[in-house]
C-alpha cells in the first residue's frame, strides 16, 4: 500500500469508526432487559458470535442438543456465513436471523443465550454487553484480554444473576473431572508443583511490507471493537491475530489457557500467585507476530509452584506428553492428555495406579445451567475461566516487562528454585536442538513482580499494574463499575 492509499485507508476507518458508534446505540452499564425464565420444556433461544472456526464448533454443539435452537448468527465478516446457516439447513433447522453488530443482536427480545468465539480483544465486553441484554453466555478462552476486564466480567455475572460459562472445555471431561478428584482427594500426597506444557509448533506468520486491507467481507470497525484504530498489519487477516498484542495473548493464551486450566485446577488454589517470572521470545524467525513463541512462565503459591512451558518450535515432549499435563503430589502424580479425555496417576517409582477416562460435553453442561438457574451446575464457571485467563495475562505481563539477556549468562533471577532450573536447562537445549545458536542469541528476562490476589494488583509496580486493563476505543468500553 503507497502512502496516498494507506492515509486513504486510515481516514475512511475513521469515518467508518464514527459511522459505527453514531449509528448504534452503545451499550449501557445498566440491566436493559429482564430475562426471560426459561421453563423446562421450552427451548433455549442462542445466538453464536463469531463463527468462522471455533464458532462453527459451537453450531454443531448446539445443533446436537434437543432443547437448544440456534435463532441468530453474528459475524463482521459476511463471507463466513453461508457456510454456517448451510450447517443448520442440513440439520433441517429454521433458518436463525443474522447480524452483523453484536449491539443489534443483543436488542433481540426472543434470544435467552449467546455463545461467543470471536477474537480474544472482544470476549469480555461482547459477554458483558450480553448479561446486561439479560441474557446467559458461553464465552471462549481466554474469557479476557486483560486481568481486569475479566474480574469486571464475573462481576456482571453475579451482580446480574446471569449463568456464564468459560469455553475451557476439559472441565466437562470425566477422565478430567476423575482426575482432579483423585488429587484433591490427597491420593497423590500434598500437591507441590503443577506444570502446564503447551509444545505445539506453530509456523512464521509472514511478514508484510506496509498495512494491509482487511477483506471486503469484512466491518473493520467492528472487528477492532474494543482494540486501537490501527491498519491491519499481517498476512493472513482471521485467527493470526493471536500473535499480535492489541488482539491476542500468544500461545500463552491460545492452546495454553487449556492446560493452565488444568494446572492451577490441579493445584487446588482459589486465588492467583503471590508472584510471577516469564521468559522467552520469538525464536527461529522473523515476522509479523508479537507474542513470544516460546515462553516459560513461574508461578509462586508459597507452599507449591506452578510452571508453564510454551514451545513453538519442534520438540520432543515431555514424559512423553507434548500438550498436557503432570501434577506433582509428595507421594505420585497425575498425567493429563492432549484431548482431555484420559489421565493416569503413577507413584513416585512410576508405577500407574489409576486410570481415569472419559469425555463430555461443554455446551450442554451450559445449556443445563441455563435451564436451572444454577451457576453452581456450571463446570467452567466464569470465575474460573477468569483466573486461569489471568494466570497467562500475568506471565505475558512479566515477559512484555523484561530485558534482553544473553544466553550465555546464567541467570540468578530463580534463586534456589530446582524446578525452574531444570526447566530452563531443557528449554535450552531444544533451542540448541532447533539450530539456535544460544551464544549469539538473546532471550526476554521477563520481571519477577509480586502479586496481590485478593486486590488484584500487582505490589509496587505501576508499570505492570498498567497492564492489567487498556484503553478502550471509544463507544467500545468495558463497563468500570458494573
Ligand atoms: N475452546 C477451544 O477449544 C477453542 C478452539 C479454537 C478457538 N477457540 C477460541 O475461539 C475464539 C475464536 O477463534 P477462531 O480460531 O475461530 O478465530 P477466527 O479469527 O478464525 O474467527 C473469529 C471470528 O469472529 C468474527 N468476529 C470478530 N469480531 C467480531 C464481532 N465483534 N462480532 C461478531 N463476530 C466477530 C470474525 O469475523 C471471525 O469470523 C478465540 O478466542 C479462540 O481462543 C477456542
Same mark, same amino acid.
Given at each position: 500500500?503507497?502512502?496516498?492509499?494507506?492515509?486513504?485507508?486510515?481516514?475512511?476507518?475513521?469515518?467508518?469508526?464514527?459511522?459505527?458508534?453514531?449509528?448504534?446505540?452503545?451499550?449501557?452499564?445498566?440491566?436493559?432487559?429482564?430475562?426471560?425464565?426459561?421453563?423446562?420444556?421450552?427451548?433455549?433461544?442462542?445466538?453464536?458470535?463469531?463463527?468462522?472456526?471455533?464458532?462453527?464448533?459451537?453450531?454443531?454443539?448446539?445443533?446436537?442438543?434437543?432443547?437448544?435452537?440456534?435463532?441468530?448468527?453474528?459475524?463482521?465478516?459476511?463471507?463466513?456465513?453461508?457456510?454456517?446457516?448451510?450447517?443448520?439447513?442440513?440439520?433441517?433447522?429454521?433458518?436463525?436471523?443474522?447480524?452483523?453488530?453484536?449491539?443489534?443482536?443483543?436488542?433481540?427480545?426472543?434470544?435467552?443465550?449467546?455463545?461467543?468465539?470471536?477474537?480474544?480483544?472482544?470476549?469480555?465486553?461482547?459477554?458483558?454487553?450480553?448479561?446486561?441484554?439479560?441474557?446467559?453466555?458461553?464465552?471462549?478462552?481466554?474469557?479476557?484480554?486483560?486481568?481486569?476486564?475479566?474480574?469486571?466480567?464475573?462481576?456482571?455475572?453475579?451482580?446480574?444473576?446471569?449463568?456464564?460459562?468459560?469455553?475451557?472445555?476439559?472441565?466437562?471431561?470425566?477422565?478430567?473431572?476423575?482426575?482432579?478428584?483423585?488429587?484433591?482427594?490427597?491420593?497423590?500426597?500434598?500437591?507441590?508443583?503443577?506444570?502446564?506444557?503447551?509444545?505445539?509448533?506453530?509456523?512464521?506468520?509472514?511478514?508484510?511490507?506496509?498495512?494491509?486491507?482487511?477483506?471486503?467481507?469484512?466491518?473493520?470497525?467492528?472487528?477492532?471493537?474494543?482494540?486501537?484504530?490501527?491498519?491491519?498489519?499481517?498476512?493472513?487477516?482471521?485467527?493470526?491475530?493471536?500473535?499480535?498484542?492489541?488482539?491476542?495473548?500468544?500461545?500463552?493464551?491460545?492452546?495454553?489457557?487449556?492446560?493452565?486450566?488444568?494446572?492451577?485446577?490441579?493445584?487446588?488454589?482459589?486465588?492467583?500467585?503471590?508472584?510471577?517470572?516469564?521468559?522467552?521470545?520469538?525464536?527461529?524467525?522473523?515476522?509479523?507476530?508479537?507474542?513470544?513463541?516460546?515462553?516459560?512462565?513461574?508461578?509462586?503459591?508459597?507452599?507449591?509452584?506452578?510452571?508453564?512451558?510454551?514451545?513453538?518450535?519442534?520438540?520432543?515432549?515431555?514424559?512423553?506428553?507434548?500438550?498436557?499435563?503432570?501434577?506433582?503430589?509428595?507421594?505420585?502424580?497425575?498425567?493429563?492428555?492432549?484431548?482431555?479425555?484420559?489421565?493416569?496417576?503413577?507413584?513416585?517409582?512410576?508405577?500407574?495406579?489409576?486410570?481415569?477416562?472419559?469425555?463430555?460435553?461443554?455446551?450442554?453442561?451450559?445449556?443445563?445451567?441455563?435451564?436451572?438457574?444454577?451457576?453452581?451446575?456450571?463446570?467452567?464457571?466464569?470465575? @474460573?475461566? !477468569? &483466573?486461569?485467563?489471568?494466570?497467562?495475562? #500475568?506471565?505475558?505481563?512479566? +515477559?512484555? *516487562? %523484561? $530485558?534482553?539477556?544473553? =544466553?550465555?549468562?546464567?541467570?540468578?533471577?530463580?534463586?534456589?528454585?530446582?524446578?525452574?532450573?531444570?526447566?530452563?536447562?531443557?528449554? @535450552?537445549? !531444544? &533451542?540448541?536442538?532447533?539450530?539456535?545458536? #544460544?551464544?549469539?542469541?538473546? +532471550?526476554? *528476562? %521477563? $520481571?519477577?513482580?509480586? =502479586?496481590?490476589?485478593?486486590?488484584?494488583?500487582?505490589?509496587?509496580?505501576?508499570?505492570?499494574?498498567?497492564?492489567?486493563?487498556?484503553?478502550?476505543?471509544?463507544?467500545?468500553?468495558?463497563?468500570?463499575?458494573?
Amino acid at each position: 500500500m503507497d502512502s496516498i492509499s494507506r492515509r486513504r485507508f486510515l481516514e475512511q476507518s475513521l469515518l467508518t469508526a464514527m459511522a459505527g458508534v453514531a449509528s448504534v446505540e452503545v451499550a449501557r452499564t445498566e440491566p436493559l432487559v429482564a430475562r426471560r425464565r426459561v421453563a423446562a420444556n421450552d427451548k433455549v433461544r442462542i445466538a453464536i458470535i463469531g463463527m468462522h472456526g471455533r464458532g462453527l464448533d459451537h453450531i454443531k454443539g448446539y445443533l446436537g442438543l434437543a432443547d437448544v435452537e440456534i435463532v441468530a448468527l453474528c459475524d463482521v465478516d459476511s463471507a463466513v456465513v453461508p457456510f454456517a446457516l448451510d450447517m443448520i439447513d442440513k440439520k433441517g433447522m429454521p433458518k436463525p436471523k443474522v447480524f452483523q453488530d453484536i449491539r443489534e443482536l443483543l436488542a433481540m427480545k426472543e434470544l435467552d443465550a449467546v455463545s461467543i468465539a470471536t477474537p480474544n480483544h472482544w470476549h469480555s465486553l461482547a459477554a458483558i454487553w450480553a448479561m446486561q441484554h439479560g441474557k446467559d453466555v458461553y464465552v471462549e478462552k481466554p474469557i479476557s484480554h486483560n486481568v481486569s476486564e475479566g474480574r469486571r466480567t464475573v462481576e456482571t455475572a453475579r451482580k446480574l444473576n446471569r449463568i456464564c460459562q468459560a469455553g475451557t472445555q476439559s472441565r466437562s471431561h470425566k477422565a478430567c473431572r476423575d482426575a482432579m478428584e483423585y488429587v484433591h482427594s490427597g491420593k497423590i500426597g500434598k500437591v507441590t508443583l503443577s506444570r502446564g506444557l503447551c509444545y505445539k509448533p506453530r509456523n512464521s506468520i509472514g511478514k508484510v511490507t506496509g498495512p494491509q486491507m482487511p477483506p471486503s467481507s469484512v466491518n473493520y470497525d467492528l472487528w477492532l471493537g474494543p482494540a486501537p484504530q490501527k491498519p491491519v498489519e499481517r498476512r493472513q487477516f482471521h485467527y493470526d491475530w493471536h500473535w499480535q498484542w492489541d488482539y491476542g495473548n500468544g500461545d500463552l493464551g491460545n492452546q495454553g489457557i487449556h492446560q493452565m486450566d488444568i494446572a492451577r485446577w490441579g493445584l487446588g488454589k482459589e486465588g492467583l500467585p503471590n508472584s510471577v517470572l516469564s521468559l522467552g521470545g520469538r525464536f527461529g524467525y522473523v515476522d509479523d507476530g508479537q507474542t513470544p513463541n516460546t515462553e516459560l512462565s513461574f508461578f509462586d503459591y508459597g507452599d507449591s509452584h506452578l510452571i508453564f512451558e510454551v514451545r513453538g518450535l519442534k520438540t520432543d515432549g515431555l514424559e512423553g506428553i507434548k500438550i498436557g499435563n503432570i501434577v506433582y503430589g509428595t507421594e505420585g502424580y497425575v498425567a493429563f492428555s492432549a484431548d482431555y479425555g484420559k489421565a493416569s496417576a503413577f507413584d513416585n517409582s512410576h508405577v500407574k495406579m489409576m486410570d481415569f477416562s472419559g469425555g463430555g460435553d461443554h455446551f450442554a453442561n451450559f445449556i443445563g445451567a441455563v435451564h436451572s438457574r444454577k451457576a453452581s451446575d456450571l463446570h467452567g464457571e466464569i470465575l @474460573e475461566g !477468569h &483466573l486461569s485467563s489471568a494466570l497467562c495475562h #500475568l506471565g505475558n505481563i512479566s +515477559y512484555r *516487562l %523484561g $530485558t534482553p539477556q544473553p =544466553f550465555n549468562e546464567k541467570t540468578k533471577a530463580f534463586g534456589d528454585d530446582k524446578d525452574a532450573y531444570e526447566t530452563l536447562g531443557r528449554f @535450552e537445549q !531444544h &533451542l540448541t536442538d532447533n539450530g539456535i545458536k #544460544l551464544a549469539e542469541t538473546k +532471550y526476554m *528476562l %521477563g $520481571t519477577r513482580l509480586k =502479586f496481590d490476589s485478593r486486590s488484584e494488583r500487582f505490589r509496587g509496580n505501576s508499570q505492570a499494574n498498567a497492564l492489567l486493563t487498556r484503553e478502550y476505543r471509544k463507544g467500545f468500553e468495558v463497563p468500570e463499575k458494573v
